[in-house]
């Protein structure tokens, strides 16, 4: 049964030429809340891949629960994979099905050929209830035999997250899930996700480039910049130099943003 | 002092569209169409205004003289005749259906690329070897399958079980599925391998297995386009059933042939319009299908 | 039953659902049902002794005449295939390429005259821009007579297959190759006719908006707006649709005498099936390098 932790030993990842982390070593408690900050394409996303097998380390251990994820057999990894829940930038959901049917793809992990067919075709009535459930609490439970594509980008938001959750995971990877929305949706949509996974002791990672975001809603910062961690620890500690380091902003631009 | 431009090398597409124009003229060369002989004389020209005139007089009774008491009225026959042209259609499209599906699917890469993750971390499992090994043949042998039904034509393929063992319904039912098929799976192996892929990856990494993130994360993707050409092709089997009224089969193809050969134009009309109205009736729903489809 | 299980069912009762798409899938189940039950196909076996015994006969003779009945001989089998082609069949597959060549690039020509009177973007008193003065209701009414008489033109092209067409000209013109050519180009001008006219009506506003804006009429509109914009699909469409017309162009001539099709039937009537099959066989094979030259072709104008 994974327990959520996650060790990362000197992780290098390329493609091609390009260098995308850089000798990166991380240590993820379970039911810890980080939030991943930086500039665009200093790594965030291929960091949350790493994380669930999605891409490959060219150099370095990573370990999950103290297995090394590259020496894991197919079937460990799928199982492995079932237990994290990703909330990817695009949302990837299926926009001619119906919520109820997004969201019960989440369990396919945990099923053979067979019982995906009966979930999508004929869904037993306590799944359904586990959907509405989970949809009471993202705030769309009304939407639950709705086309996908008739909701609102938000509303398709939480459909992915519900679907996350429906894994019933143990951690919960968030690639820039308000990278594109207005400020007000973006802070309760952080606050959910933050809130969600306190309840249920996920670990949640979580990439973001609103710093102020990140700063007011997790105990844990790690900022990445061209593939290399050049911050790790509390939002407190993050002071003006640290921030510079990270982002490269003039004095000037620093005074003028405020404390 | 700004360098002379160098002349550009003529693009691809320019040379197409030169070669599509020199072979209309090798054509029309290769044919001898004179386009004087477009002029029909005299005589052409009142048997051209004798049919065409009656499009705006379609018969609504039979046109002969000797009609026997208690035969079906005219329209009342273009009905049924309409209702066994849809029937021919209508049961051709089962086993094209079946069959094209089933040779879509394994012509189609993105089928047996199903759980491919490139870059993925871990070992390669056994299900994703056996993928990579047979897949491309399989698929292979799919696609040339689809060609070769493609390339006879259904009326070939008719004259062919004529010549065989004789034509019966059945065999003219199997001799407009067969191609149908073919292009059937032609088509929807392109509309899979071209569907978007997000929905599908991100089931895979969510631990799905591969048939699972083929029947709901991608093929859902290319139904409403599927689903949009199977209806053209049943279209285009209602013409195909027409036609083969001209073999002898009871379609609207076969009472055309008849009333021109008895000189009956406004009937000739009469069918045409029905098939016409037909044609009509599927685009409509065609059209309606495709707008609730997508949304 | 639970509060949450009677929620549920309410809101599956008032899910949102297309009656027509359920409508439709049970109406097109019962139709291809209907079909095999009752349309007689299933009437006669199919399959007995008699035609078991036509199909092993008829196997027999589609072999090469001077090999029936004896060792297969390569050499032998390929004098008798040079003779045939010298004689007629390299004539007719040229033929049998040529209409459709002639078909397709006259169903292109009259598509792209046909076409934009049927979109109703272009076909409006005021195309692509709005004119600050209102227009009069008879300028109106007189482009949507335009547009909706172009559009049933178009139909009635496109609804009757080419074979039909072919029939009905051969007995007005007599047996050359016009009929054939001229049969399938109506029948495609329809097809292309309706793809060109959505596509114009799927053009993007801008820049035809901006031409309009200068000034210019609706020749000029489409010759240096319209032309350059959609000429990629259209060739697309055209080599699509020509792929099309070898198959069709094929079969046409069992109605006459031009093309593969005459010496296809006119084989069966004498019961010589090897040279039968053998111009079918031809036939497959135009057809396959006519794909195969369409997909290159395709390929060439979506790269550039």
Known sequence: MLTGAFELDRVTVRFGANVALDEVSLNIEPGALIALVGPSGAGKTTLLRLLNGSARAVSGTVCVDGRDLSALAPADLRQLRASIGVIHQDLRLVPNLRVSQNVLAG??????????????VWPPRRDIQLVHALLERVGIAEKLFHRLDRLSGGQQQRVAIARALYQE?????ADEPVASVDPARALDTVALLRDIC??????LVMSLHNLDLAREFFPRLVGLRQGRVVFDGAPADLDDDRYRALYQLPRAEVADDGA | MMAPERSRPMSAKAIVLLLLVAAGVWSAVALDLDPRRLWPGREGWLLAAGFFGHAFRPALTHEGVDIPAGATPLLLGALAAAVRTVAFAAAAMLPSLVVGLLLGFGGSTAWWAADRDRGQAGRVSAGVRF??????????????AAALLRSVHELLWAVLFLAAFGITPLAAVIAIALPYAGTLAKVF?????EAPRP????LREAGAGPVAVFLFGLLPRAMPDMTAYAIYRFECALRAAAVLGFFGFPTLGYHIAASFENLYYGEVWTYLYVLVALVV?????????RRRLVA | MSDAQRTIDRLYAERPRSRFLALSAWLATAVVLASWLGGGFLREPAWNSHRAANLQRFLGEIVPY???????????????FGDLWRDHLGQATAATLAISVAAILLAGVLAVLLAPWAARNFARPDPFLPEPRPVGRGRRGLWTAVVVVTRAVLILLRSLPGYVWAFLLLGLFGPTAWPLVLALALHNAGVLGKLTADMVENLEGPTLSSLRGLGAHRTQIAVAGMAPLSLNRFLLYLFCRWETCVRQATVLGMLSLVSLGFWIQDARARNHYDEMVLAMACGALLVVVGDLVSAVAREVVRRS
């Open chain 2, 281 to 289: 009736a599927v685009e409509w729903w065609s059209v309606q299908v």
């Open chain 1, 107 to 120: 369990g396919f992990g945990r099923q053979n050929m067979w019982g995906a067919v009966r979930a999508m």
């Open chain 1, 169 to 173: 995971p143990r951690v919960l990877l």
């Open chain 1, 198 to 203: 306190r309840e249920r002791g996920l670990t």
């Open chain 2, 199 to 202: 929905a599908a990856g991100a």
């Open chain 2, 131 to 144: 993928r990579a090994t047979f897949g491309p043949g399989v698929s292979t042998v799919c696609r040339l």
């Open chain 2, 189 to 193: 192996a392109e509309l899979i391998d």
């Open chain 3, 66 to 80: 001077p090999l029936q009945g004896r060792d297969w001989n390569w050499a032998e089998a390929a004098a008798w």
